[in-house]
Structure formats: C-alpha cells, structure tokens
C-alpha cells in the first residue's frame, strides 16, 4: 500500500532563506508524486507533480522537488521564501494506474520570519 | 476551465441530525472523489465515482454516510446520525489527468457537529 512520510509538521524560516519542506513515500508501483499547498481558509492547490518524466519538477512560485528513487525521497524546495509561503504543504501518492485515491502525508506547516 | 463548487460552505448541526452536503462540477468529469479532512492532518479518502458509478468505499465510510451521483455530474454526501466525531472539511475532488491521477479540489464544506 502506499504512505507518505512528512518528516517534519513545523518548519519556520526567515523570509529571504531557502525552504525545504521533507517527504519520503513508500510505494509498491511506480508512483505519481504531488505536493499540494493549503493557505488559511483557501481550497488545496496544486504545485507540482512527478510522473516518471523527469526527475526534478518544477511548480509554481518558484517552488521545485526531486524525485530520488533510490532514497524514496521526493522534498519540496524553494531558494528564497517569500511572507506569502506560509501555509500547509501536503506531499501526496497515488499508484500510477490512475484509478486510485490520493494519500496524503499529514501536512508540514510552513511560517516565515519577516 | 476546471472548476467546482461545493455547497454549504460551512454547516453547524446538533449530534443526531443529518446532514447533506452537495458539489457541483461546472464541466464534465468522469471521476469525482470525496475526502475528508480533520484538523491538523491530510485529507483522507472516503469514496468516489467513474460517472455515475460508485467505484470504492474508504473503511472510514461508515454506514451512516451514503454518497450519490445520479446522472454522473454532481454529487452528494449524506452523514446521517451525525456525531461530534463527524465534524470536519469535507472535500470534493475532480479527475484532471486520468494518467497520472491529478486532482482538483474544491474549496470544501466544513461540518461542525455541537
């Protein structure tokens, strides 16, 4: 069966700095990767996807991730956070088949120190 | 142009009463997914539908919930007997890529059950 792991649920960092936001997934099939963004009181919102293409992804607002099979990792990065960042990062599985749930790791809060 | 809306917004009812909560795709979707989403953690997967065809039940539905898509556009979520437990985001979800199984989610209807 598949899981995500969010090896971390706070992270805080100073506007400027680099972000980086974990994620490890276990997974029997080839997968498909998301990482989803949650603001405060707004809808979950697509930043990027892996899907057996190339292995680093790039999203939207600057955000990027790379696929490492061999580590099972596929972490979410950005160079330089920006105050409107701060949200809920969620890493996301789903077997590649196309016909199964999403499974979502439990959330890593982002904040960021003016 | 890919979009849902989800109605009631925000529901707040007494233990015991039933609820029902509806969304609405604005164009054609072939699968349709619900999920529900407590505080602090990731959505979970309860059920979803290939048109109008209820495909795979979550053990998180129990038999007080009953979901419903009768002419394989909108949906609707029925909690009966509802329960403190119960309280929660409730989250529809729209197939964009069969393939790769990207989904677009709704803004939600969140339950409070007093």
């Known amino acids: 069966a598949q899981s995500v792991t969010q090896l971390d649920s706070h992270v805080s960092v100073s506007e400027g700095t680099p972000v980086l936001l974990r994620c490890n997934y276990s997974?029997?099939?080839?997968?498909?990767l998301f990482w989803y963004v949650q603001h405060p009181n707004k809808g979950l919102q697509l930043l990027l996807k892996?899907?057996?293409?190339?292995?680093l992804v790039k999203g939207i607002n600057g955000f990027e991730a790379e696929f490492k099979k061999s580590e099972t990792s596929f972490h979410l990065t950005k160079p330089s956070a920006h105050m409107s960042d701060a949200a809920e990062y969620f890493c996301?599985?789903?077997?590649?088949?196309?016909?199964?749930?999403?499974?979502f790791g439990k959330g890593t809060r982002l904040s960021v120190i003016a | 142009d890919t979009g849902v809306s989800q109605n009631p917004r925000h529901k707040i009812t007494k233990r015991g009463q039933n609820v029902t909560f509806r969304c609405d795709p604005i164009?054609?979707?072939?699968?349709l997914y619900w999920y529900r989403q407590t505080l602090g953690q990731g959505p979970e997967f309860l059920t979803y539908?290939?048109?109008?065809?209820?495909?795979?039940k979550s053990r998180l539905l129990s038999d007080r919930f009953s979901a419903e898509r009768p002419k394989g556009s909108f949906s609707t979520l029925e909690i009966q007997r509802t329960e403190q437990g119960d309280s929660a985001m409730y989250l529809c979800?729209?197939?964009?890529?069969?393939?790769?199984?990207?989904?677009?989610f709704g803004p939600g209807t969140r339950l409070t059950v007093l």
């Open positions: 997974s029997s099939y080839s997968p498909s």
């Open positions: 979800a729209l197939d964009l890529d069969f393939l790769d199984n990207e989904q677009f």
């Open positions: 164009s054609e979707h072939n699968r």
């Open positions: 892996y899907t057996s293409a190339a292995t």
């Open positions: 996301v599985v789903s077997v590649d088949s196309g016909n199964t749930p999403l499974v």
């Open positions: 539908f290939q048109n109008e065809a209820q495909l795979e």
